[in-house]
C-alpha cells in the first residue's frame, strides 16, 4: 500500500497534526449534514420498507404452517427466491446505477415492492402462487436494493460518510425492531392477509413520497450538471461519477482487499439473517408465545439500531478493519450462548442481542469498505457484485435454517456453523490492508515505514 510522503514527527506536532486534521474532517461532516441530511432520512425509511418482510416473516411462519400445512423449509424458500434472482441480476443493476443514478430505479421499485408485499395476502396454499409472487417480489428487490441507499449517500458523503451509512442502513434494523410487534398486532387484529396489505401500503406509501421529494443525491447532480453543460462530460464515460477516483471494474476484480470484504459479508448475511428469521420460532420452542416472542425480536432490533450508530461512529474515527474484525467476531458469542444445554431465557434474548446488533453492522460494513478501498468511480458495479453475494447469503441463510431443523429436529448443527463462520469473517476483515491514498481519514495516512523498525505500519 502507499506510504505517506510526510515525515512522521514524535510527540507534540503529530499530536497537533491529529487534532488538526479531526477539526477539519468535523468541520466538513457538519456541511455535509447540512445540505443531505434529506437524502438519509428518505433512503433510511426507504430501507427499512424493503427489509421489514424478512425482518418480520418469521411472525408469519405459524399461521402459513398451520392453515397450508407447509413445511418450514418451503416457508423459507421465499427469501431464497429473491437471493437468487438477486444473485443473478444484482451486478447488472450496480452498472444501472452508474450509468442512470438511484432515483430511476428506487421509485418504481418500491412501488413493485408494495404491490407484491399486499399480493401475498392472496395465498390459498397453491405452491404455484406462492413462487410466483415471490418471484416478483425479487425481481421489485433488485431495484431497491442496499446498493442504491448506500450509492446514494455514499456520493454526497464523504468526511460523514460512516455516520451517514449508519443512518441509512438503520432503516434495516427499524424493521426488524418494530417489523415483528407490529406484524403480530396486525394478525391478532386483522389476520394476516389483511397484515400484509396494511404493511405494505401504511408502510410503503410514506416510502414511496419521502423518496420522491428528497431522493436527490450525487448522481442526480451529475446529471444535471452534464445535461447544462454536454462538454464537459465525455463521451465515452460509463459512469455519472467516473471523475471519482477508484478502481476499475477489472482492478476490483483483482483486489485481494474486495475479495475479504465480499466474503466476509456473504458468510456474516448466511448465518445472522438464519438466526433472525427462525428467532421467534426458537422462542416459542422454549415456552414463548407468539406476541412476546415478536416483542423479544423487535428488542433485538433495537440492538440493531445501536449497532449501526456505534459502528458509523467508530468508523468515522478509527480504522475500519478495527472496528468491523471486532464486531464481527463478538458475534460468535450469540452462537455460544444457544448451544448452552438448558438455556434460559435471559441467555437467550442477550444472544438475540448481540444477534441484532452484529445485524445492524454488516451492510454498513460492507458499504463502507467497499467505497473506501474500491472508490466511487465505479461503486454501483463493484458493490453489486457484493449485494449479489448478501442477496444469496439473506436468502440462503433461512433456507438452510429451516433444512436443518426439518432434518435434525433442532438448529445445533447451524448453530456450530454460524460460530466458526463468525471467527472467520472476523478474521478476514482484521486482514485488510492499510487504506488507499484516496480515503481522507486521520488515521488513514500511514507512516513511514523506518529500516530499522520494519513492523511500523498504518492502521
Known amino acids: 500500500m502507499y506510504e505517506s510522503r510526510e515525515p512522521h514527527h514524535e510527540g507534540g506536532l503529530s499530536l497537533l497534526s491529529r487534532e488538526r486534521d479531526l477539526t477539519e474532517q468535523t468541520v466538513l461532516a457538519r456541511k455535509e449534514w447540512r445540505r443531505h441530511w434529506p437524502l438519509v432520512l428518505a433512503s433510511s425509511f426507504a430501507f427499512s420498507f424493503t427489509s421489514v418482510m424478512a425482518a418480520s416473516i418469521g411472525t408469519f411462519i405459524e399461521p402459513w404452517t398451520s392453515e397450508f400445512g407447509w413445511s418450514r423449509t418451503l416457508v423459507s424458500s421465499g427469501m431464497a427466491i429473491g437471493a437468487v434472482t438477486a444473485f443473478l441480476f444484482s451486478p447488472l443493476f450496480g452498472l444501472l446505477i452508474d450509468r442512470i443514478g438511484t432515483r430511476h430505479l428506487a421509485l418504481p421499485g418500491l412501488v413493485l415492492l408494495a404491490g407484491a408485499m399486499a399480493s401475498l395476502s392472496l395465498l390459498d396454499g397453491s405452491v404455484w402462487l406462492w413462487f410466483v409472487i415471490w418471484t416478483v417480489y425479487a425481481g421489485a428487490a433488485l431495484a431497491t436494493q442496499p446498493t442504491v441507499w448506500t450509492a446514494g449517500v455514499a456520493s454526497v458523503f464523504d468526511a460523514g460518510r460512516g455516520l451517514a451509512l449508519a443512518l441509512t442502513l438503520s432503516g434495516a434494523a427499524l424493521a426488524q425492531a418494530l417489523g415483528p410487534p407490529l406484524a403480530n398486532h396486525l394478525i391478532n387484529d386483522l389476520g394476516w392477509r389483511m397484515a400484509l396489505v396494511w404493511m405494505a401500503l401504511g408502510w410503503g406509501g410514506p416510502a414511496f413520497l419521502l ?69 421467534i420460532p426458537i422462542l416459542i420452542e422454549n415456552g414463548v408465545d407468539r406476541t412476546s416472542a415478536a416483542y423479544y425480536a423487535g428488542m433485538a432490533g433495537l440492538a440493531g439500531v445501536a449497532g449501526k450508530l456505534v459502528t458509523g461512529w467508530l468508523l468515522d474515527r478509527y480504522p475500519a478493519r478495527w472496528v468491523g474484525g471486532l464486531t464481527l467476531s463478538a458475534t460468535a458469542l450469540s452462537f455460544v450462548l444457544l448451544l448452552l444445554q438448558n438455556r434460559s431465557m435471559p441467555t437467550i434474548f442477550v444472544a438475540m442481542f448481540i444477534n441484532g446488533y452484529a445485524t445492524g453492522t454488516k451492510l454498513q460494513l460492507a458499504g463502507f469498505l467497499t467505497s473506501a478501498y474500491g472508490g466511487m468511480k465505479n461503486f454501483g458495479a463493484i458493490f453489486g457484485v457484493i449485494a449479489s453475494l448478501i442477496a444469496v447469503g439473506g436468502g440462503i441463510g433461512p433456507l438452510v435454517g429451516g433444512v436443518i431443523y426439518d432434518s435434525f429436529g433442532n438448529y445445533d448443527p447451524y448453530l456450530w456453523f454460524g460460530f466458526f463462520a463468525t471467527l472467520f469473517c472476523g478474521f478476514l476483515i482484521f486482514g485488510l490492508p492499510n487504506y488507499p491514498e484516496w480515503v481522507k481519514r486521520p488515521h488513514a495516512k500511514a507512516r513511514i515505514v523506518r529500516p530499522r523498525r520494519p513492523w511500523r505500519r498504518a492502521a
Open 211 to 279: 423518496c420522491l421529494f428528497l431522493q436527490h443525491d450525487g448522481y442526480d447532480a451529475s446529471r444535471r450538471a452534464r445535461a447544462e453543460d454536454p462538454q464537459t462530460a465525455s463521451p465515452d464515460a460509463k459512469s455519472l461519477l467516473s471523475e471519482e477516483p477508484g478502481l476499475s471494474v477489472a482492478e476490483a476484480w483483482r483486489s485481494v482487499a474486495l475479495w475479504r470484504i465480499a466474503i466476509s459479508t456473504f458468510l456474516m448475511l448466511v448465518v445472522t439473517v438464519a438466526l433472525v428469521v427462525h428467532q
